[in-house]
């Protein structure tokens, strides 16, 4: 599956972001998560959605401020980022696998990522 992250760009703390992933050559996998790196830290995971039922998982950190979702006509999953902080800014990135592992390094598809950055 080739996945493409859109969406990104420079915002102003307090604002908001709408992320975009989406997939082709095949549809998502059963679960679809959106980590984010930023310079010099380890990949580190934001949000998970399961297709199927589309429940939902988040980091402590954005937990009341991102909301992850899925549009099944279109094939694609957005990630809704709101009241942002300036240690938001990373690259984001979606990926998706068969399990619900929030530990990057068990997933083998990553899109380009798009950059975040928020400004104090």
């Known amino acids: 599956v080739q996945l493409v992250e859109s969406g990104g760009g420079l915002v102003q703390a307090g604002g908001s972001l709408n992320l975009s992933c989406a997939a082709s050559g095949r549809t998502f996998s059963s679960y679809v998560t959106w980590f984010r790196q930023a310079p010099g830290k380890e990949r580190e995971f934001v949000a998970i959605i399961k297709w199927s039922g589309g429940s939902t998982y988040y980091a402590d950190s954005v937990k009341g401020r991102f909301t992850i979702s899925r549009d099944n006509a279109k094939n694609t999953v957005s990630l809704q980022m709101n009241s942002l902080k300036p240690e938001d800014t990373a690259v984001y990135y979606c990926?998706?696998?068969?399990?619900?592992?929030?530990?990057?390094?068990?997933?083998?598809?990553w899109g380009q990522g798009t950059q975040v950055t928020v400004s104090s």
């Open positions: 990926t998706t696998g068969p399990s619900g592992t929030y530990y990057y390094r068990l997933y083998d598809s």
